[in-house]
């Protein structure tokens, strides 16, 4: 997908309307068209940057994350959910963008189902050494 067609940034330019709730020069939120719940917020930098936020360098991920916070604290004064929880996978859409997801109860979502059987303790152990290694 290329800029020219990002349906995002034609938010951003007001080509599309939506629902915004808050923007300023670099960033604009905006509830979800497609909401699986109600209240579902999308946060976006106006630029179209990588297309997966952990390729975007980190002061502007910072940035972007503070601004998810804020939105987050505004949602929940504002819908009140259970919990509210953020979302990040980017699939459909090669503009970063962060899925603000007000939950009204728990297993809304449905998780995927858990491992049958269990990795062992050794495999468990021998993942998180192996994570714990990457972090350095
Ligand atoms: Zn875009």
């Known amino acids: 997908m ?71 604290r505004a949602v929940e004064k504002a819908m009140k959910p259970f919990k509210t929880g953020i979302i990040v996978e980017g699939i459909e859409l090669e503009h970063v963008h962060i899925k603000v997801f007000p939950f009204p109860e728990t297993g809304l979502l449905g998780y995927p189902k858990k491992l049958d059987p269990l990795p062992s303790k050794e495999e468990m152990h021998e993942i998180a050494e192996k994570i714990k290694r990457e972090l350095s």
């Open 2 to 72: 290329t800029k020219e067609d990002c349906i995002f940034c034609k938010i951003v330019k007001g080509e599309i309307p939506a629902n915004k709730i808050y923007e300023d020069k670099e960033v604009i939120a905006f509830l979800d068209a497609f909401p699986f719940l109600r209240g579902q917020t999308l946060v976006i930098p106006k630029k179209h940057i990588a297309p997966w936020l952990f390729d975007v360098e980190d002061k502007t991920y910072t940035k972007l994350m503070l601004y998810v916070k804020k939105v987050v």
